[in-house]
């Protein structure tokens, strides 16, 4: 067995020109993380104070996915809130009353800003202060952004971790984290390897409960899950934490570099790196051989939606023989993405931000095989005989790690498949 070294294309992208366009964009805004993390904090609640579009937003996009009671909900912003008429601040602290004594199994609730409570300049933070103190011990309140004005629709994820780093307590001990919310199926694979390489103490970051929540300090190192935790990354940092750098773990090549990197900071012997990750890997090579070939010569374009259009393309171009047109991001963050910018293979426009109109027309006319794009775009993209994947739907799926390599290659290959049957 052998691990590809992490350069080894002629060239990469860490040194491409990037396109930076700043002009109308077509994201959805950070409320749509609450989708995923509700489900993955499970003793949180997600109080979103906003207008009747923000609940309309957060019951479609999670309408067919909710069994239970949700955990997250609005506090709608009524016509004399943003008149100023009313308080707002003691309807939302009456509101929080009422939620809280309905149900007390609650331990942490968050106050997600929206696009109407940042226009009415409604302070969030300091409401969470006060009814932290308030609910304490048994409630922590925190606030976060969601706001469509400041955020893209996984920069939720990164506003909510970040707001959490103040409150994890200290630790002296070599500690590891993984940062990012994973779906629970994929977290436990990732805990089982790194048991299995020896590696004791680790934690999830977000934890499932406040109970489990990681410990930080100068010997604690973090590797990030997904590539759009910038500022959760800053935050870890300044609490003394290392940031371990590397490709993200999509894909066999990628979540082989991802585990080595981890792997090399806590000194596993390469004998028993290679003994753990043979079996998985190998497993991932076959999956991915399955489908590779029905990708393997097809173009691909990305639009600007999630920011893991990076480490996406490098898997498609390197592991299933695509070819990268475009790959738009909407926000590229050189330190976290340089392990997957260096392995991509120069040739794509890499793009940052959009000018949706422009990038539209480079669409057309590159008539890609597979367009990666947002749910508002697929539609016409779709009427005029392009092939799309919504990239929604990478976020909300497992597609980290060995396990999952050939199921996201699949993602990416039924599209194509759908469009060549319409066509017989
Ligand atoms: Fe719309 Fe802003 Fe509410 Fe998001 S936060 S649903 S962009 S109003």
Redesign the pocket.
């Known amino acids: 067995m052998n691990i590809n070294p992490l350069v080894d294309v002629k060239e990469g992208c860490s040194s491409a020109p990037i396109l930076k366009e700043r002009g109308q964009n077509e994201v959805?805004?950070?409320?749509?993380g609450i989708i995923w993390l509700h489900r993955k904090i499970q003793d949180a609640f997600f109080l979103?104070v906003?207008?009747r579009?923000?609940a309309?937003?957060?019951q479609s996009a999670a309408g067919v996915m909710i069994f239970a009671e949700p955990r997250f909900g609005t506090a709608i912003l009524e016509e004399k809130d943003l008149a100023g008429m009313a308080d707002a601040q003691e309807e939302l602290d009456s509101q929080v009353d009422k939620l809280l004594e309905r149900r007390p199994e609650i331990r942490q609730l968050f106050l997600v800003?929206?696009?109407?409570s940042e226009v009415i300049k409604l302070d969030l933070s300091k409401a969470a202060e006060r009814m932290t103190l308030k609910y304490a011990p048994t409630v922590r309140v925190l606030s976060y952004s969601?706001?469509?004005?400041e955020t893209t629709f996984t920069q939720g994820e990164d506003a909510c971790l970040a707001s959490m780093v103040n409150t994890l307590e200290k630790t002296e001990e070599k500690e590891l984290i993984l940062v990012g919310a994973l779906p629970d199926i994929v977290e436990d694979q990732f805990l089982t390897i790194l048991k299995q390489l020896g590696i004791r103490r680790v934690s999830t970051f977000p934890s499932r409960t406040v109970g489990s929540a990681p410990k930080i300090g100068e010997n604690v190192k973090f590797i990030l899950c997904q590539p759009f935790l910038g500022d959760t990354c800053e935050a870890l940092e300044d609490k003394g934490a290392t940031h371990i750098a590397a490709p993200f773990p999509f894909g066999e090549e990628g979540t082989t570099h991802w585990l080595k990197a981890i792997a090399t900071q806590f000194t596993v012997e390469d004998s028993l790196f290679e003994k753990v990750t043979e079996a998985p890997r190998n497993r991932a090579r076959k999956a991915l051989e399955l489908v590779s070939k029905n990708l393997s010569g097809r173009s691909v374009f990305f639009f600007p939606d999630s920011q893991l259009e990076i480490s996406l393309a490098r898997f498609l171009v390197r592991e299933c023989g695509m070819n990268a047109l475009e790959v738009g991001s909407p926000y590229i963050n050189r330190k976290i993405v340089a392990p997957d910018l260096e392995m991509l293979p120069k040739g794509p426009i890499i793009s940052e931000g959009q000018d949706v109109d422009c990038q539209l027309d480079r669409c057309r006319e590159a008539q890609p095989d597979l367009t990666i794009c947002g749910m508002g775009l697929a539609n016409p993209l779709e009427a005029e005989g392009l092939a799309t994947k919504w990239s929604i739907e990478l976020v909300f799926s497992p597609v980290h790690g060995y396990e999952q390599a050939g199921d996201l290659a699949s993602l990416f290959y039924r599209p194509i498949k759908r469009r060549e049957l319409l066509k017989v």
Not at 28 to 32: A, P
Not at 146 to 149: A, D, T
């Open positions: 959805f805004c950070g409320l749509t979103v906003g207008s579009t923000c309309h937003l957060l800003g929206s696009c109407p969601g706001s469509g004005i």
